[in-house]
């Protein structure tokens, strides 16, 4: 059997490369040993013991190929585990200390059986950014590599890529907040997840919850993403396969409800089918992925540098603090609010008084106003310095409510409605941000935590039999579809 040399190990890199991060060190626990040294071992085997790691310096040959050119033992914890000295994930970080912690990023490569008994005994955060696992080569045990995949998802990490290694594959996962392409994540797949409906159910702002719940649903589950043309594929530059002729089972979820929310915490959940509703509730698991959600509905650098060039001059480079509202009417106005309450207009008074609560506390505020009516709107604000988006030639090609939406989420201060648009922009804005949401109970706006608050359109109907609405079927159906697959 040939060692892991040089070509084999600038492979295993290379998803990671794709995504600008450099590997300098590797830390192998419970490895076959051909893969933590550089040269050839006759008749090895791949099972080594579990408690076996080293930490391996690469660098380059003499042909610019990466190599290990150091190899140091790390002790295992005297914890102990199961009656025998065992790695845990704490006690490799440990472990460093004495060695030196080595330059650049550290990479975990780890069998996933190995990796799975580590992750149960976590405690604490998953320090590692960089993981490979080597997946067994029993296909009986794929069942338990798709809940690791699972795991590492909740824990803060996506796929980007697989790599052959001999006879085994090995699956490369990095932590979201480092992704630099959207383009190739994803690591194996064992089925699709569609949308045929995308882009003809709801508007702009509707289309990106649906889009991302479909994503980050094949994300952690190891599933393909499939979808229709849609807008974000030229404004966000987006690239999947298309669902074009797929005909997979619909699963649907009716409005105003969280039902779609169990499909992140049943344990064997549906493939191969095509979802249908508005998923307009951040699932739990998300929490440590806000910062793909924003890379993910990037605008092209060209745009993002003409809203943010305007952003800095409006601003005078941020000596000025940025206030924005969002005074949604038009279609509101037309509903039966008795029958839709979640669509009832926020009244301008309410907006008002906000802004004469937090405007002598700000340093020199000024305010921007994204509404659907802007005669009969901007007159209601001229009190407060108001200001208008003119982004220049290089931005012409932006539809108007894009560059709404793009300045609503670079605002220091944010006061949204009743709507996906302005909560989406609340959703990417920076951690940074001040966003208030309007209270019909308290008939004034209240701070709110994009990421964190729920119940969003429940907090708009004040009828408590609807505030406990569910749809008690949405279990029966979800065996049904499982069954069905």
């Known amino acids: 059997m040939s060692a ?5 190990w600038s492979a295993l890199l290379q998803p990671f490369h794709d995504q600008s991060i450099q590997v300098e060190s590797v ?16 008749d090895v085997s791949w099972v080594a013991a579990d408690e076996e790691a080293v930490l391996l310096r690469l660098g380059a040959d003499q042909h610019g190929d990466t190599r290990i050119v150091e190899r140091l033992p790390m002790r295992p914890s005297s914890a102990g585990y199961m009656g025998r000295a065992t790695h845990t994930l704490e006690s490799i970080r440990q472990s460093f200390e004495p060695i030196g912690d080595p330059a650049g990023e550290v990479l975990l490569l780890v069998p996933a059986h190995v990796l799975s008994e580590m992750i149960v005994r976590l405690v604490g955060n998953f320090s590692f950014r960089a993981v490979v696992i080597l997946l067994p080569q029993n296909s009986s045990e794929a069942r338990n590599v798709w809940k690791l995949q699972r795991s590492l998802f909740d824990l803060g990490l996506v796929g980007i890529g697989s790599v052959q290694i001999a006879d085994r594959e090995a699956r490369c996962f990095l932590k979201s907040r480092c992704i630099r392409s959207v383009h190739t994540l994803g690591a194996g797949t064992r089925g699709r997840v ?19 719940y479909v994503k980050f649903y094949a994300l952690r589950h190891g599933l393909t993403a499939a979808f229709p043309e849609w807008a974000g594929n030229q404004l966000f530059g987006l690239e999947d396969p298309s669902c074009v002729g797929l005909n997979l089972p619909e699963l649907g979820f009716g409005p105003f409800s969280e039902d779609d929310l169990v ?19 951040i699932p739990e698991c ?8 924003r890379r993910m509905f990037q605008l092209s650098a060209e745009h993002r540098l003409a809203i943010e060039d305007w952003r800095n001059d409006v601003t005078q480079a941020g000596r000025r603090t940025l206030v924005a509202v969002h005074v949604r009417r038009g279609d509101y106005r037309n509903y039966p609010h008795s029958k839709w309450p979640w669509f009832r207009t926020v009244p301008e008074e309410w907006y008002l008084a906000w802004l004469r609560a937090i405007w002598p506390h700000l340093p020199d505020p000024l305010l921007f106003v994204a509404t659907d009516e802007p005669e009969a709107i901007l007159p209601v604000f001229r009190k407060f310095e108001t200001i208008s988006a003119v982004l220049g030639p290089t931005a012409s090609a932006i539809p108007d409510h894009v560059r709404d939406f793009e300045i609503l989420r670079r605002a220091d201060y944010l006061a949204i409605c009743n709507s996906s648009f302005s909560r989406m922009a609340a959703i990417l804005a920076s951690a940074t941000q001040k966003c208030f949401c309007p209270s019909f109970q308290k008939h004034s706006f209240a701070p709110y935590e994009p990421w964190l608050d729920r119940h969003f359109w429940y907090r708009f109907d004040t009828s408590s039999a609807r505030l406990r609405r569910r749809t008690s079927s949405i279990k029966t159906r979800l065996l049904k579809t499982m069954r069905r697959n």
Not at 30 to 40: E, H
Not at 198 to 208: I, V
Not at 270 to 278: A, C, E, K, Q, S
Not at 286 to 293: C, E, F, G, T, Y
């Open 4 to 8: 892991f040399r040089g070509p084999v």
């Open 27 to 42: 830390v192998a626990v419970g490895c076959p040993p051909w893969l933590t040294f550089d040269k050839d071992i006759a």
């Open 194 to 212: 569609a949308m045929s409906s995308l882009g003809k159910n709801g508007r702009f702002a509707n289309q990106m919850f649906q889009y991302a």
């Open 263 to 281: 499909l992140w915490k049943v344990d064997e959940p549906p493939v191969d089918i095509d979802l249908w509703g508005y998923f307009q509730e």
């Open 286 to 293: 998300w929490q440590k992925h806000r910062s793909l959600l």
